[in-house]
């Protein structure tokens, strides 16, 4: 099966290599009425950015600094222009973040919240309890901590569970195969739906939330903005609707075929004494942590006091944005003493530089950058009327937003839905301006539907850790995904943002 996966990549990848300059060229040749040279131009360029974030012959990373590079090298835009949005003040909110998570993970903190739920009571040895519970844990964490980490650390208390299992029933006279055990199957996909889930909960939970929140700012400047807190009240609601749903599918699809498993409950007990007592770090961590936090939704608890047009939250607002507030939680990080005599703070700058993802940061900026040159050329009027027209007359709210998350959702499962997110997000907010809609609503549901990608394991790197472990066959990963897919999207994604997002940001449905 993997040979297969790498079969399918490596065919992608040629294909893509081939097709995007061929398209760049075809469509810079091409005239285009309507539409002025530089964002014809740009148009060239978005076309061979695009299928190359779709196919990846070259790291995403790297083609989202080739198109602004493009962009000054044909003349569409002026250095500072194109590259104006890798300092993004949303930049620095995710930099504040990943330090954040990597103190969570050096300090060993996240392992002592996964075992504390892990080790509760209620949780006991009963198969379905202990799968709850693994779900949780992955939610909890990945709304604050990355999908991929959270996974990564998950990944190995899952198995050690399944070989309890194992070894449980080897001892009362029945020897299973993990790879062909249906439970096996379902814990493992639980791990990885969950550390999805989780992170729509806040925006900095997994990248298309603030990818999304940095397209508003800058294509739609009219509108309200989205604040930490806002994100929270939908993303909280959201996360819980699409896990319940995943817990049901995934365990009737996956049931258990005994009804406890023994040694489980020590197994989590012994692990979590392992840890001992807290430490300093621990606490440090946790009280930067708490800091950022309180600096998020201050400004929420203020305009509920003081109203939202206030002096005090315009003081607040323009003394401490969202991005510096994460950054003052991370650089506390370094400034805590964990140990006073030997001189060591809560986290060091080498472990700090190892926990920034700067691919990610790179690809954010990058598709700023890109999204910024789409409004400025007009190009984003040009993409707008072409589709407006395409679907004749101005649809629905209801089934614009519908239609955008279908599409995001459906390249999340065949491609990284930070490139999915990157290739929709302008369009989508041009788009919907042109149309006289409200781009908030479609922008919160393109980020929702990224996370829904359940199908595939090069959808998102938690399904790629679980489908590595041979106990997840493409084929059931497939169908319980699809079924997930479905109804995130139509029962949970469209009607959570057409209602409670309209509803927080001031807007009559």
Known sequence: MKQENHSFDQKRHIAGAILGPLCAIMLWLLPIEGINSEAHHLLAIMALVAIWWITEPVPIAVTSLLGPTLCVLLGVAKMGDAFANFANPMIFLFMGGFLLAKAMMVNGLDKRIAYGIMSMRWVGDSPRRIFLAIGLVCIICSGWVSNTATCAMMFPISLGLLETIREMMAQNGKNIDLKNYKYATGLMLMTAYACSIGGVMTPIGTPPNLMMMGFLEQLAPNDPSISFFDWMTWGILAMVIYFVVAYLVLIWMFP???????????????????????????KNTILAFCVAIVLWILPSILSLIYGPQSDIIKLYDSHVPEGLAAMIGALLLFFLPANSKKGEMTMTWKEGLEGIDWSTLILFGGGLALGNLIYT?????WVGGGIKELLGSTPSEWFFVSIFCIIT??????????????????IAISTA????????????GIALSSSLGFMMPVSTPPNAIVYASGMVPITKMMKSGIIIDIIGILAITVPIVMWVVKTVMGYKV
């Not at 050329?377 to 009027?381: M, R, V």
């Not at 839905?417 to 929709?424: D, Q, V, Y």
């Not at 301006?433 to 919160?444: E, R």
């Open 433 to 444: 301006v042109s149309m006289g809609f409200s781009p908030i609503p479609v922008a919160v």
């Open 409 to 426: 959702l459906i390249l999340a499962e065949f491609t990284s839905h930070t490139a999915a997110i990157n290739l929709m997000g302008s």
């Open 377 to 381: 050329t007009g190009l984003s009027d």
């Open 256 to 282: 258990a075929d005994v009804s406890h498993i023994e040694g489980a409950q020590e197994m989590i007990r012994q692990r979590a004494q392992s840890l001992g007592r807290w430490t300093r770090a621990q």
